[in-house]
């Protein structure tokens, strides 16, 4: 068609006695150039971004050229990737700790990931002083910016040995700037080696050991997810959430769907809190039937389900669909978070953040600075707000109700520490090829007062929250109090 319409347009004025064969040379030809300017404005317009951080441009290889790649330095002073230029001449990329950081910081051959892939503009520039490039031989190489990132190397190193042989994921962030502590994802693999394993990291698909699970792993959120549907509920019941009373005795069943308490619990008479902090499903799954679908649908929106989440990690979009006409079955597991649902850790960590910091969401970013390979300031990042995902008074009931869930009920075993914690416990079902299994759960914060950090942990296959998770997160809250003091 717009071929068609641009022949017309461009009838020359001498009509009818042009040389037909000259002309559709022409035609083809402005066509082409067209076409080609296209693609031009397309790779300016919306390639540029993708191409900068790609592994093969053209002007990132000039810069290869120019620049020895910078450092990337944790906050804690550690070297967590730098480059070694050999007698030859020849660089290597060394990561001094190996596994423990390889999702978050990624690697920088066979492509790029991770923050290799984020930063790769930065380390491959230099700021080092007018004085320095004058003196130096113009065919030595400068070197490249480092770059420091938010994560503790001590606290990543306690939080990957926490999590011991499980897959999974850890995420620990600061709820009031957004600073990412920690991010372990497990299977792992040593960068390295990356070149020499690199096909059967590529060929495997059973395990996924590529992807980073904090940030691209989907899971059912499992009772985690009673944070959302218990505010959805006080939203939507704003007169009635407080008198709440439920008599629980194990089971709930409607219409063929029943659901079960954990061990088939009767935790009987309970108000609102009181089913929170035991994570009485059935409790749950009567509020998922009292709750408004649409209504619950955009809550979850708004806390960034079907969304991109606002930080520039690479990331998957956590999934929540119930519908206005969902049945009874749907919304009794829905509310209990299982349904649908799925979600990323770290957006997990990013709901408990919200409501440690009051109800506002802020960006969560690794990135602290950029400095030259001596140390001297480039740029900051400074923490930014996302919004406000709920009020003041929402976010200081949920407090209550996690500081309870520790103190009485599904997370006692952190109850005695001088920090005051606070959290939820999930413990998600799931089916994979036919076999069923618990993934377990625990996001929480601490010190309930004033919170310090936020900590979330996803355990595949760890049973309970309470029985993996929760002790987990309890050796990341006693290590960060011990380097940060209380
Ligand atoms: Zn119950």
Request: net charge negative.
């Amino acid at each position: 068609m717009k071929e068609v319409s641009f022949e017309q347009e461009s009838e020359p004025a001498g009509g009818p006695g042009r040389n037909t064969e000259l002309g559709i040379v022409t035609y083809t030809f402005v066509f082409l150039f067209l076409i080609m300017i296209g693609y031009l404005v397309y790779i300016n317009a919306w390639k540029a971004k993708d191409l900068n951080s790609s592994a093969y441009n053209t002007k990132d290889i000039a810069n290869m050229d120019k620049y020895i790649r910078g450092s990337i330095l944790s906050a804690d002073g550690s070297v967590l990737a730098q480059t070694d230029v050999l007698d030859d001449g020849e660089e290597l990329r060394v990561y001094p700790f190996a596994n423990k950081f390889a999702h978050v910081i990624g690697y920088a051959t066979n492509g790029q990931s991770g923050l290799e892939a984020a930063c790769n503009k930065e380390l491959l520039s230099s700021h080092v002083s007018a004085l320095s490039r004058l003196q130096g031989d113009e065919d030595v190489k400068l070197p490249g910016d480092s770059v420091v990132v938010t994560l503790n190397a001590n606290l990543q190193s306690v939080a990957y040995d926490a999590l011991g042989s499980y897959n999974g994921a850890v995420v620990a962030l600061e709820p009031d700037t957004g600073k990412i502590l920690v991010m372990v994802s497990k299977p792992d693999f040593d960068p390295n080696t990356i070149g020499e394993v690199w096909e059967s990291l590529v060929t495997d698909n059973t395990s996924s050991v590529l992807l980073n699970r904090a940030t691209q792993g989907l899971y059912p959120p499992g009772s985690t997810f009673k944070i959302l549907t218990t505010l959805a509920y006080m939203r939507q019941k704003p007169g009635e959430f407080r008198n709440f009373q439920f008599n629980c005795t194990s089971q709930l069943t409607v219409n063929d769907v029943t659901i079960n308490c954990y061990n088939n619990n009767a935790h009987g008479q309970e108000d609102l809190k009181g089913a929170f902090s035991h994570s009485c499903n059935t409790a749950f799954a009567q509020i998922g039937l009292d709750l408004d679908n649409d209504d619950f649908h955009s809550l979850c929106e708004e806390f960034l389900f079907n969304r991109a989440l606002p930080t520039s990690l690479q990331h998957s979009t956590s999934q929540f669909s119930l519908s206005g006409d969902a049945s009874y079955g749907e919304q009794m597991t829905t509310a209990i978070g299982q349904g649908d649902t799925l979600m990323t850790p770290l957006h997990m960590a990013m709901v408990a953040a919200t409501v440690a910091n009051n109800g506002i969401l802020m960006k969560p970013y690794c990135i602290d600075r950029v400095q030259t390979y001596d140390g001297d300031p480039v740029s900051t990042t400074k923490p930014s707000r996302y919004k406000r995902l709920m009020t003041e008074e929402e976010a200081r009931i949920l407090q209550e109700y996690m500081r309870e869930t520790v103190l009485s009920g599904t997370a006692t075993e952190l109850g005695w520490y001088n920090f005051a914690p606070a959290g939820k416990t999930g413990s998600a079902e799931y089916t994979s090829g036919g076999v069923a299994g618990t993934h377990s759960w625990f996001v929480g914060f601490s010190d309930v007062d004033d919170p310090d950090l936020v900590v979330a942990v996803l355990a595949e296959n760890g049973g309970t929250g309470s029985q993996t998770a929760v002790p987990i997160a309890s050796q990341i809250f006693q290590a960060y109090y011990s380097i940060y003091g209380n």
